[in-house]
């Protein structure tokens, strides 16, 4: 990830968004769809994407893009699908190395990557006491506006980047929460909850805080509902619930 701009640095002429969907802006403008040509295409830049700027074979590629055919039948169409990444990206991303194909972070910035960088950066600040984490952070989970690839969820190549990613945003969420929590700002710490339990149905810390928070806010009949959410999902994973939050100490 060396290289890669970070959402709250200044971006490069070339983007390529994956967070709640692909797609692809020169200079601040949306590539058409029409562009692509082709859907594998598209996909071969998806998976370039998702191997982070390593290289990959052709033969893999192939195996990925064109599951089951011959590599002898369809070497030709890699090499169609490469020369549309390029009209589409220009030559400067994609760089071919012999047998293998990768995509140059030094001269574009993926928002995955970027979204990576400052959530690390953030939480790093932030385990050691500093005062800088609240604005990368706050910048990292405005950023993450949906999973990686999101219309891709059956692609094995597309879910370790997408879990890391969504891992790596419950954990900035969730300190994000117990901060705006502690700091008064009950209904800011709701909806870091609520984006939290929206992809970790059973994280326990989200369920409590939201409980607490919407407590002290004064929505005494949504807290309790959403304590007995809390307690529903504890029981469904063999979990004991922990009490009502106005008896936590925390």
Wanted: glycine letters at 8%.
């Amino acid at each position: 990830m060396d290289g890669v701009v970070g959402v709250v640095g200044q971006p490069r002429v070339l983007l390529i968004r994956t967070l709640g969907g692909f797609r692809v802006l020169r200079g601040g403008e949306p590539v058409p769809a029409t562009a692509w040509q082709s859907r594998k295409a598209r996909d071969l830049v998806k998976i370039l994407v998702a191997r982070r700027g390593r290289p990959v074979t052709r033969e893999t590629l192939i195996s990925l893009l064109w599951r089951g055919e011959p590599a002898d039948r369809v070497g030709n169409r890699l090499s169609v699908a490469l020369s549309t990444a390029r009209s589409v990206l220009g030559h400067g991303p994609v760089v071919t190395e012999g047998d293998t194909v990768r995509l140059d972070l030094t001269v574009v910035t993926v928002d995955v990557l970027a979204f990576l960088v400052d959530a690390h950066r953030g939480l790093r600040a932030w385990r050691h006491r500093l005062t800088g984490a609240w604005p990368l952070l706050r910048a990292a989970e405005t950023a993450y506006t949906g999973d990686f690839l999101e219309e891709d969820p059956y692609e094995d190549w597309a879910t370790e980047l997408r879990e890391e990613a969504r891992l790596m945003y419950v954990q900035v969420a969730t300190v994000l929460a117990g901060h705006t929590s502690d700091q008064g700002e009950h209904i800011t710490a709701s909806r870091y909850c609520l984006r939290v339990l929206a992809r970790d149905e059973y994280h326990e810390p989200a369920h409590l805080v939201l409980v607490r928070a919407l407590a002290a806010a004064g929505s005494h009949g949504e807290a309790r509902r959403r304590y007995r959410t809390y307690v529903t999902r504890m029981t469904e994973i063999d979990i004991e619930p922990r009490p009502f939050p106005d008896t936590i100490t925390r």
